[in-house]
């Protein structure tokens, strides 16, 4: 199995900065796309950002010009830089990746356990 480990979230000010950082880690990884979604109280799981393996990029429009997307593909990890952070962006971000282990022939999807961030008016 493939275990997503996410940290960076926390208590900012809006206006201010967060990085979220999620490692990925099985056995001889294969990780084709990444990407960061959000959840709000009584709304489905949206997406924020992906990037491919090739480095291509998506973001919703509410983050578009604020956040970015990164990955480090030595690492098995993605990134979200956050800035000019707003109240709305309060919720519990979920990383995910698209990927296959040793064990495994086709890719599927793999989520963390989530993390909250919470921006102060």
């Known amino acids: 199995q493939v275990q997503l480990v996410e940290s960076g979230g926390g208590l900012v000010q809006a206006g201010g900065s967060l990085r979220l950082s999620c490692a990925a880690s099985?056995?001889?990884?294969?990780?084709?796309?990444m990407g960061w979604y959000r959840q709000a109280p009584g709304k489905q799981r949206e997406l924020v950002a992906t990037?491919?393996?090739?480095?291509?990029?998506n973001y919703a429009d509410s983050v578009k010009g604020r956040f970015t997307i990164s990955r480090d593909n030595a690492k098995n990890t993605v990134y979200l830089q956050m800035n000019s952070l707003k109240p709305e962006d309060t919720t519990v971000y979920y990383c995910?990746?698209?990927?296959?282990?040793?064990?495994?022939?086709?890719?599927?999807?793999?989520w963390g356990q989530g993390t909250q961030v919470t921006v102060s008016s």
């Open positions: 099985g056995s001889r990884l294969s990780i084709d796309a």
């Open positions: 990037i491919t393996s090739g480095g291509s990029t």
């Open positions: 995910n990746c698209n990927a296959r282990t040793s064990g495994s022939i086709r890719y599927r999807d793999y």
